[in-house]
């Protein structure tokens, strides 16, 4: 079994998961009182719908025509919020989180014309940041309403939280997002602000929640597999598909991820999106045939042999050119399982994809997400994942997998290694040579530097490799040596990383696929300490002198989000320094 340790803490402190989805969002929670076991629990009430029980609120925004916010939730669904919408020209956001995708996922099906614009003027960090605040809200109210009011106020000044993303998300969306929670005035943007949020994904998130409900349901079979086994998750989302793979050893118990994590944008809207295509039907009929396929037929759609019928309108509706009759749209068996073929398509791709370089027998498959709820999609699946002797399995509560993942992610942290998802390193100048064949084909590019020796320029140095596994705690180097006319010009130094996306093993050169590099991130640094003790030294290369520090730029790759420091000798003795890591928003 699986224990939870009582929480160690000597004052209460309130933990909030918050699971931001593109078509539904949900908050976990939970009150950590000294000496007690953490129990996780969920908001379970919105704004706009009158029952407790609703695990998740609807990602939609309703903004006036002067970029206010006005409706969120389940409240932009009333009847009479829609009217008043139509009538003064709000804009309505659904699909929203997608304008935060990455460049780098493939996404030839998708264009930022089909994703819904965002108000005029109102850029996406302010739109998540207006989001959060109101998700924030929700959270205050009914933990207000639950408990006595001064456990509250006990904790409010000091709320930890921790946000879930998809895998595929990075350093630049975690930087976009923190900014979102600044600007809803979650937490301030100062140091003592930044440690009291972290990030996860959605695919560790989910792992965490199926873990324990696997152990809930019965030990795994540990005799049969000694020396431990593979499991795979599938965080079946409404924008996202997102594989993780681990293993999982239970004596003692330890879970690592073995391969890159997985991100395809084939998430549940793009079927929705498939549907509204192949029908062309009035403006005012879109909206009720996308609300009513998501909420009912899509889920309930198993097999191709009957027609799905999704309600339009009133009775009185009849469309009879584009298939709706009676208030009923009728698609074909065999026309709605067609609109799953992608996304199924995408899992199976990208599991083989991970399991090619792992060495340990994946046993078991777990569907989570909203997505995950499809009949279809799941019996696919299971087909699919049963012919590789692997069983597939849907936890209860699919709606608060990740939330309540991402606290158990906080109180158990089972997850101690990640695989790098690209290469990782550093745009460098090589010494040239003369018998180095790459050297001479470039011997038009070189340049004497202060040491009056030719350097060769666009060079690449690997910190770290795609698929590399790696702890959390463990650091990576880079040997760097800054030239500066004074000391004082130590005091904000830059140090660039950069990333690596093509298939080359060692990629040696950034002049090479210059497609395939990109600036990923740049740390910065105070080096005054370590210019302290450096010494003047003569140019070779021309007049004047020149100041000379060397120092060692630390990464930790290994954590849910990346963290840096500089280090430098002093008399033999290394000293170091905190080092801001800034993500290329372009």
Not at 341 to 362: G, H, M, W
Not at 480 to 487: D, L
Request: proline share 5%; net charge neutral; glycine share 8%.
């Amino acid at each position: 079994m699986l224990e939870r340790k009582p929480y160690s803490g000597l004052t209460r402190q309130l933990v909030l998961a918050f699971d931001i989805g593109t078509t539904y969002s949900a908050i976990s929670y939970c009150i950590l009182q000294p000496g007690e076991v953490p129990q996780p629990q969920g908001v379970q009430k919105y704004p706009g719908r009158g029952q407790i029980g609703d695990f998740k609120m609807p990602s939609i925004m309703y903004y006036d025509s002067k970029g206010n916010l006005q409706k969120v939730g389940y409240e932009a669904l009333q009847d009479e919020v829609t009217e008043k919408a139509m009538a003064e020209g709000w804009v309505k956001l659904e699909w929203w989180k997608l304008h935060l995708r990455p460049q780098c996922l493939p996404s030839v099906h998708i264009k930022d014309d089909d994703i819904p614009p965002l108000p005029k003027g109102k850029p996406i960090t302010h739109v998540l940041g207006d989001f959060i605040k109101y998700l924030f809200q929700c959270a205050e109210a009914y933990i207000l309403a639950s408990y006595p009011r001064y456990i509250w106020l006990s904790v409010k000044d000091d709320i930890q939280f921790i946000f879930t993303h998809p895998n595929g998300w990075e350093g630049v969306q975690q930087q976009r997002i923190r900014r979102g929670i600044e600007l809803a005035g979650l937490v301030p943007g100062t140091l003592k602000g930044h440690e009291r949020v972290r990030f996860l994904t959605e695919g560790e998130a989910s792992l965490h929640f199926c873990i324990w409900d696997l152990f809930a349901s019965g030990m795994p079979d540990r005799e049969k597999y000694p020396k431990g086994q593979g499991a795979v998750v599938i965080d079946a989302g409404g924008g996202t598909l997102d594989l993780s793979m681990y293993s999982m050893k239970f004596n003692p118990k330890s879970f690592e991820e073995i391969a890159p994590a997985e991100c395809h944008l084939q998430g549940s809207v793009f079927v929705t999106q498939k549907v509204l295509s192949c029908r062309s039907c009035s403006p005012e009929l879109i909206d009720d045939i996308a609300f009513t396929f998501d909420q009912t037929t899509k889920l309930h759609i198993s097999n191709g042999e009957q027609p799905a019928y999704i309600k339009v309108g009133s009775r009185r509706e009849n469309d009879p050119d584009h298939g709706i009759r009676g208030g009923n749209l009728r698609l074909s068996g065999q026309e709605v399982i067609k609109l799953f073929d992608e996304s199924i398509t995408a899992v199976i791709r990208a599991f083989k994809q991970q399991r090619r370089n792992v060495n340990v027998p994946i046993t078991m498959a777990f569907l989570v997400g909203g997505y995950g709820a499809n009949d279809w999609l799941s019996l696919q699946l299971e087909k699919y994942f049963k012919s590789e002797g692997i069983e597939l399995s849907r936890p209860n509560r699919l709606n608060k997998a990740v939330s309540d993942g991402a606290l158990s992610f906080l109180f158990d942290h089972l997850v101690n290694a990640r695989v790098a998802r690209a290469t990782y390193g550093i745009s460098v100048w090589y010494t040239a040579n003369n018998q180095n064949v790459e050297h001479v084909a470039r011997s038009e590019t070189w340049c004497v530097g202060d040491e009056g020796c030719f350097n060769v320029p666009n060079g690449f140095q690997v910190i770290l490799p795609k698929g590399v596994q790696v702890n959390e705690q463990k650091e990576f180097r880079s040997s760097f040596v800054f030239n500066r006319s004074s000391q004082s010009m130590f005091g904000d130094l830059c140090t660039t990383i950069m990333c690596y996306r093509g298939t080359v093993p060692d990629p040696r050169w950034t002049d090479s696929e210059k497609e395939c590099f990109s600036t990923l991130c740049t740390i910065r640094s105070d080096l005054l300490g370590a210019a302290k003790a450096s010494i003047p030294k003569k140019k070779v290369a021309g007049p004047g002198t020149y100041y000379q520090v060397y120092i060692e730029v630390i990464i930790l790759f290994g954590g849910t989000e990346f963290s840096a420091q500089v280090a430098w000798k002093e008399n033999g003795v290394e000293k170091r320094s905190p080092a801001k890591i800034i993500y290329d928003e372009n």
